[in-house]
């Protein structure tokens, strides 16, 4: 099963989620498009899934749950030296690399509710700017001053139902 495709910058790339049954988990790889020859960049008994490039295209951040929970992890395009920055509690997913470098937006989950959220590329600085019974997949403006999620709200007590809208806001 392959899931979770994003362009790199230049545009001749895709980065995405392979799961290969001959392995039994997911790996993140690269797929250049002019070739259509597939690069394994991830290589660890763990879930690593949702990859997206950086600026530059030279690095990727991902989530993996190779610490036993979701985390956020950056690496260079050869996998080696995968680095967690995420701190906090709670399993993150959907990270994606602003425009600029200098921010990662991501999804996470606590307490059972879902969060927007954004960090600097290092880890620090993690804030929520978004909170509800299911908010997820952030994306950037191409410029990076906004960011926009899709935002789900309960309609019922026992949860059923749920009026869906897309919200933004101004980073800066």
């Given at each position: 099963m392959t899931f979770a495709?994003?362009?790199?910058?230049?545009?001749?790339?895709?980065?995405?989620?392979?799961?290969?049954?001959?392995?039994?988990?997911?790996?993140?790889?690269?797929?250049?498009?002019?070739?259509?020859?597939?690069?394994?960049?991830?290589?660890n008994?763990?879930?690593?899934?949702?990859?997206?490039?950086?600026?530059?295209?030279?690095?990727?951040?991902?989530?993996?749950?190779?610490?036993?929970?979701?985390?956020?992890?950056?690496?260079?395009?050869?996998?080696?030296?995968a680095k967690r920055i995420s701190r906090e509690a709670g399993s993150y997913y959907t990270p994606v690399w602003s425009p600029r470098g200098d921010m990662i937006a991501f999804t996470k989950q606590q307490?059972?509710?879902?969060?927007?959220?954004?960090?600097?590329?290092?880890?620090?600085n993690e804030r929520m700017i978004a909170k509800s019974f299911h908010v997820e997949g952030p994306t950037w403006s191409p410029n990076g001053r906004y960011l926009m999620y899709f935002k789900e709200e309960r309609t019922a007590e026992d949860g059923s139902g749920g009026q869906s809208s897309l919200y933004s806001i101004d980073l800066t």
């Amino acid at each position: 099963m392959t899931f979770a495709p994003r362009f790199a910058p230049d545009g001749k790339k895709i980065i995405m989620s392979y799961s290969d049954p001959n392995v039994g988990n997911s790996e993140i790889y690269v797929l250049d498009l002019a070739t259509r020859i597939s690069k394994r960049i991830t290589n660890n008994i763990a879930i690593d899934v949702s990859g997206s490039f950086a600026p530059d295209g030279k690095k990727i951040v991902f989530n993996s749950d190779r610490s036993g929970r979701r985390h956020l992890y950056i690496t260079d395009l050869n996998g080696k030296d995968a680095k967690r920055i995420s701190r906090e509690a709670g399993s993150y997913y959907t990270p994606v690399w602003s425009p600029r470098g200098d921010m990662i937006a991501f999804t996470k989950q606590q307490g059972g509710q879902f969060y927007i959220g954004v960090m600097e590329i290092d880890g620090s600085n993690e804030r929520m700017i978004a909170k509800s019974f299911h908010v997820e997949g952030p994306t950037w403006s191409p410029n990076g001053r906004y960011l926009m999620y899709f935002k789900e709200e309960r309609t019922a007590e026992d949860g059923s139902g749920g009026q869906s809208s897309l919200y933004s806001i101004d980073l800066t």
